[in-house]
């Protein structure tokens, strides 16, 4: 007896289109012998499927289970229908516009297959500059809208020609459907421009390379942006790069050509050379090895880490292949390479990346000395992704191309959620029934030019998810541009605003990546947050149930003598810390180098101008400043970071006995200061108030929740490997498990995940 034949509707949604979802599903048809059509639409994908029942549950058992590399299937759900077209074959039929329900891929690093006929003399794209398949390259920075077509991407002004097209509708080939496909012939083109942005003759890709070894500084177009580019072993140019820049100590990024090319720089720890290699190509932090600042001078002065990048454009590779002598095939690839370039953005003062080829040329006017071009737009900023390798795997610090739009899946679903972030290293968020969508770090909103990438980002996220905001979550401080934007956007659409206390957010942001649902115990600590009492808390302790949270205990307050100038000099917090120890007559005499030191003494007597926080952020501040590693920051964090740095470095030693007291939920650490404020050896004294701290925090969770067996984390302070190495290990021994954040980034640039759990939440209890 013949086998019943059925006609199926299938809906696939998830990150299906832009991967080469719909020429698999076409050889998936033709292969089970299946008649019918496939076609993106706003929504995802969808199939009309005609033929054998058995064949055509495979087809729908297969679309999960062997789908693209880039795809990432959310759901498939089919259904029995009518035929809306006749016909015996399986084809690919337009693409249909309506109300968004998917997203557009996030972009790739170039593919091995795409690199292989990039190095190969005889294949017509040899050393193509824009070469990518349905596997690999640009998507989320060239699209301008959904369905994802070429007409809706910045290829549109470069119709492909007779070969391209080709390729374009065979089915048995790569870049069958491969929307950014081109090649020497049709494809955009590269040029070099000098510092007044006249065309130079020659190659290139050769000539930036002369530049770059010839000491100068290169602006180089990407996929999300522009980078700043110069030799990372050349001391001068360096300098140069950070005096023009204004970046004085801020760390760089190095590009190295491989895994085998950044061994003599770093030490390699399990899993670091595959991170490396994603296909994302996030930068990673890895140890530094004892010769790395003397071959990379000024890169990243005074850290234990240095962030380290692979290729991941065709642009990026050719000039590693040009480095390398023009060789033929991919053997090269394997082969430790002596070139090393600083990438760093191109964003100066701190402003949001430049993308333009005009505004390249004004915005970067007398800091580049060359401008390696080309005339594809980019549609949307993306900074580079940072991240770095923990015991619990992947932690990002930055949260950007190669990650955005990918989805969160929430615990439940929900109406939309728009969630504007705080004011360091801003991102948005923007929910779709259970999916969070975080957009790429916007950065920090203390400028024009920031400000109004938040604004477009906002209106860029709606628009490509098709969504309405129910809700407008915000930040509970006043003055950030966030906040204003929340109230503003809220009061034109007639929406209800909520504003989310920042801890709040910062563990909820954990508990929404993680499906946690319920009443849970908590541990936030960073820089600042206004509290609900319009405080500036930063070490807290927390019970978050939902929308609700309650403060069940928090540092002891220490003074910030001259209010927010205190989060950017590190002396300032160590004389505060003097001053409670009641050793308030050294405070002008060891920061004698501070005008304002005498001044600082007087309000801390005299309690003016000095309002306290609970900053687990400021205390990491006081302990540099007591130990003489850094009186005055030169960017956010730093004092920190070094402090981390000198820790890592120095090793493991055991914790200070009696150095911290817990009192009605209040952990002081003022006695621990005090040690610090005696002791000679800097390193040491790191080392000691890292492990003091974490065996502190241990005990605080075990004083105040002696029940609990599990806490989520959360905070910049999160990202202190050596702190967290040592609460981690301290936790375990309890039978305790730390729950961290894995998907978003634990400071700042996981806030607004977490403002919009709270508002869904919130929405859901009223």
């Not at 936790?731 to 980034?745: D, N």
């Amino acid at each position: 007896m013949a086998e019943q034949n059925v006609c199926q509707n299938i809906r696939v949604s998830g990150v299906v289109q832009g991967v080469g979802f719909r020429p698999f599903v076409w050889r998936l048809a033709r292969e089970l012998g299946l008649a019918g059509w496939v076609r993106n639409d706003s929504r995802g994908v969808e199939i009309e499927v005609r033929g054998a029942a058995g064949q055509v549950k495979s087809l729908v058992e297969r679309l999960q289970h062997e789908a693209p590399p880039l795809a990432r299937i959310n759901s498939v759900v089919a259904r029995d229908a009518a035929p809306a077209r006749a016909g015996d074959g399986f084809v690919i039929i337009d693409s249909r516009s309506g109300r968004a329900a998917t997203m557009i891929g996030h972009d790739t690093a170039v593919c091995r297959d795409c690199l292989a006929e990039m190095f190969d003399p005889a294949s017509r794209r040899w050393r193509h500059a824009f070469t990518n398949c349905t596997n690999c390259g640009p998507r989320y920075t060239i699209s301008r809208g959904l369905p994802y077509d070429r007409s809706r991407t910045s290829l549109k002004p470069f119709p492909m020609c007779a070969r391209c097209q080709a390729e374009y509708r065979r089915p048995d080939d790569r870049r069958f459907h491969a929307e950014a496909n081109c090649c020497p012939k049709c494809g955009p083109q590269l040029f070099l421009l000098d510092s007044e942005g006249h065309r130079l003759a020659g190659d290139p890709i050769a000539m930036t390379l002369d530049l770059l070894r010839d000491g100068r500084i290169v602006a180089i177009k990407g996929l999300g942006g522009f980078h700043l580019v110069c030799d990372a072993r050349n001391a001068v140019a360096v300098s140069l790069l950070r005096e023009r820049k204004q970046r004085e100590q801020k760390p760089f990024v190095v590009m190295l050509a491989n895994p085998a090319s950044a061994a003599s720089f770093v030490q390699m720890g399990i899993g670091e050379p595959g991170l490396l290699t994603l296909p994302t190509r996030p930068a990673i932090l890895i140890r530094k090895r004892s010769g790395c600042d003397a071959a990379l001078p000024g890169v990243a002065p005074g850290l234990a880490w240095l962030g380290v990048m692979l290729p991941y454009t065709p642009l990026h590779f050719l000039l590693f292949h040009e480095a390398a002598r023009r060789p033929a095939g991919l053997g090269w690839l394997e082969r430790a390479q002596d070139l090393a370039l600083v990438m760093t953005s191109a964003n100066p003062g701190g402003e949001p990346l430049v993308i333009g080829n005009s505004e390249a040329l004004l915005r970067l006017y007398g800091i580049a000395d060359a401008f390696l071009m080309h005339d594809r737009d980019i549609v949307t900023r993306c900074d580079d992704s940072v991240a770095r390798i923990t015991s619990s795997g992947l932690q990002f610090i930055r949260r950007a191309r190669g990650y955005t739009p990918r989805a969160i899946k929430l615990p439940r679903s929900g109406p939309s959620v728009l969630a504007l972030g705080g004011w360091f290293k801003n991102t948005v968020c923007v929910t779709r029934g259970d999916e969070a969508f975080v957009s790429q770090h916007v950065g920090d909103l203390d400028n024009a030019a920031a400000c109004d990438f938040l604004d477009e980002t906002v209106a860029q996220m709606i628009r490509l998810l098709g969504v309405e905001p129910a809700i407008v979550a915000h930040d509970l401080h006043p003055d950030f541009h966030s906040t204003r934007f929340a109230s503003d956007f809220a009061q034109q659409l007639r929406l209800p605003l909520l504003g989310v206390q920042h801890h709040h957010a910062h563990v909820a942001a954990v508990l929404a990546e993680h499906g946690i649902e319920g009443s849970t115990l908590a541990l936030s600590l960073d820089g600042v947050g206004m509290g609900t009492d319009g405080a500036a808390w930063g070490g807290e302790l927390l019970q978050v149930d939902g929308a609700r949270f309650e403060r069940l205990g928090h540092l002891q307050p220490l003074a910030l003598p001259g209010g927010d100038r205190a989060a950017s000099e590190p002396w300032r917090m160590a004389a505060a810390a003097l001053h409670r120890l009641g050793r308030n007559a050294e405070i002008r005499e060891r920061f004698a180098e501070q005008q304002a030191a005498q001044a600082v003494a007087q309000m801390l007597v005299g309690d003016i101008h000095c309002p306290p926080t609970s900053s687990m952020g400021r205390m990491f501040d006081a302990a540099a400043g007591l130990l003489g590693i850094k009186a005055v920051m030169a960017y956010e964090g730093q004092a920190a970071m070094l402090l981390e740095s000198m820790a890592q470095r120095y090793g493991d030693v055991l914790p200070l006995d009696q150095c911290w007291t817990i009192d009605d939920g209040r952990l002081d650490l003022l006695p621990l200061l005090g040690a610090l404020a005696d002791e000679k050896d800097a390193e040491r004294g790191a080392a000691l108030f890292h492990a003091t701290l974490a065996a502190a925090l241990a005990d605080w969770l075990r004083v105040v929740a002696p029940e609990a067996r599990t806490v989520v984390g959360s905070g910049g302070c999160f990202l202190n490997q050596v702190l967290m190495r040592g609460l981690r290990a301290r936790l375990g021994a309890k039978g305790m498990q730390l729950i961290e954040a894995r998907q978003v980034p634990p400071n700042d640039g996981g806030l607004s995940v977490g403002q919009a759990w709270v508002a869904l939440q919130y929405l859901a209890s009223h």
